[in-house]
Each structure stands twice: as C-alpha cells, then as structure tokens.
C-alpha cells in the first residue's frame, strides 16, 4: 500500500487474508479464567535430552540479554493485532546457552511441544524455533504480562499464528517426532503467517470464512472467562 505525502507515516500492508484490529483481546481456546501464576513459576525441559530441567524462572533469565521488540501478531482466525511491544529473552539464545549445554537435547531432535499451563500446547519446529524474532517473552506495552496475555511467561513468535504463541508457559518438551495434527482446524507444522500455512489440511479461503465466523463467539467466551 503506497503511502501519500499527508497519509500516516507508516502503513503497511497485513499478511494475505487478515484484518487489523485496534485491540488486543483475550482470544483462544480457553473460555476459563487465566490460570493462577505460582508463587515461584518454573520452566521445564524435558523430552529427548539427557537432562530433563526445571528452572526458575528466576533463574532462566539470569545471564541472558533482555530484548525488546516491536511485533505484529495474527490469530489465524484472521484478526490482527499491530506494533505490540513485546520485552523478554531470545529463544535462541536460551537454547544455546541453557538447554544446549544444560540438557543436551538429542542429535534428531526437530521440534519442541510447547506447554500452557491451561493445558494449551503447540509443536514447534527447531527451524521456527530458533528464527531471529522469537521471545520467551515476560513484558507486553511496559508492564508485565497479566493473565490475559499469558503471565507470567509467554512464548511470542510474530512469524507464525497466534496458535504456536503458547501463553503461560511452563513446559518444553524436546521431541524427534511431529505428531499427526488434528483433522478439524488442526495445528500446521509451520503455520508461518507469510505463506498463509493455517491448517495442514484445509485450503486458507474456506478456513478464512470459517475463522471469520467464529471470532465473535470466541470474543465473547473470553471475555465473559475474564469477567470478576
Ligand atoms: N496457553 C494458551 N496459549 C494460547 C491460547 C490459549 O488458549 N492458551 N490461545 C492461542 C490463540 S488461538 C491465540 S490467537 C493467542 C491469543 O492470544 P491473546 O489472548 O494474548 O490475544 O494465544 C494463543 N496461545
Ligand atoms: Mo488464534
């Protein structure tokens, strides 16, 4: 989308079949309240490595950089939300420093299954994984993250849907196996937002309409979750 002299001045366009909202709602799955942060969270790490870890999240993120970030994110329900401001710890370098050396993850190891603690989970491809723009991410907009975005740690990568940005994180488990994805609305191994990979079966038109559909009932059960 070109930009005129007097227009706003940055306007880009969205990724194929989405919708800029001006919000960022609590979407997803879950039509339960945010699960209750414990007093000491833990990350784990466990699967196929020769040392299984539970760290702190203390701990985890003692010697790593912290990175802020300025990302778009997109539910493939075909919402978008624009220039969040995400502030955490790379992935990659987590893996490289912490479960690498730490845990020792096997030689075949292709994905991790990323766990919420409300029982959310997605698979991850290492080549996902380990892309520039992926956050353990703690901080959203300068505040910590609250429940509705996934306190207190979350899993933000800005490439893929928001179905592999795991809220709540508390478990990741190294696996040398992709599991066979669901037949309904089920979980692309990439979901790369770019290629518009939002089922591993279904064509992104029809599943586009279908997404569109349901956003004002999911709005709804997330929103009535969240009331006190
Ligand atoms: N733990 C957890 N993570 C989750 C979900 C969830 O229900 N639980 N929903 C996913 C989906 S489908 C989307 S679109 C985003 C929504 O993130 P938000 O609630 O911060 O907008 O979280 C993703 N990660
Ligand atoms: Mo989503």
């Known amino acids: 989308m070109a930009s005129t002299s007097n227009g706003p001045a940055v306007r880009r366009d969205l990724p194929p079949g989405q919708r800029r909202r001006d919000d960022f709602p609590r979407f997803g799955k879950s ?17 196929a490595v020769e040392h299984e870890l ?6 985890l993120i003692q010697g790593l950089t912290r990175v802020d970030q300025i990302a778009d994110f997109h ?6 939300a624009t220039g969040l401001h995400w502030s955490g710890f790379s992935f990659r370098q987590f893996w490289g420093q912490v479960v690498v050396p730490h845990c020792r993850p096997v030689d075949d190891a292709i994905a991790v299954i990323a766990r919420g603690a409300d029982g959310w989970r997605a698979v991850i491809d290492l ?11 703690d901080r959203l907009d300068g505040r910590p993250l609250d429940g509705t975005h996934g ?7 800005p490439g893929q849907y928001g179905y592999k940005n795991v809220k709540h994180l508390v478990g990741l488990e190294v696996t040398r196996a992709f599991p066979k994805p669901g037949l309904v609305l089920g979980e692309h191994r990439r979901a790369r937002v770019a290629f518009e990979e939002r089922d591993p079966w279904m064509d992104p038109r029809p599943y586009r309409l279908i997404g569109r559909a349901l956003i004002p009932l999911v709005l709804r059960l997330n929103r009535r979750s969240t009331r006190t």
Request: a negative charge; one cysteine or more; glycine letters at 4%.
């Open 31 to 47: 039509s339960l309240p945010p699960p209750r942060v414990p007093d000491d969270p833990v990350l784990a790490v466990t699967g």
């Open 54 to 59: 539970r760290l702190p999240l203390g701990e």
């Open 127 to 137: 080549r996902d994984a380990l892309a520039d723009d992926v956050l353990l991410a």
């Open 151 to 157: 306190a207190p740690l979350r899993y933000v990568s």
């Open 75 to 80: 539910c493939v329900a075909t919402w978008s």
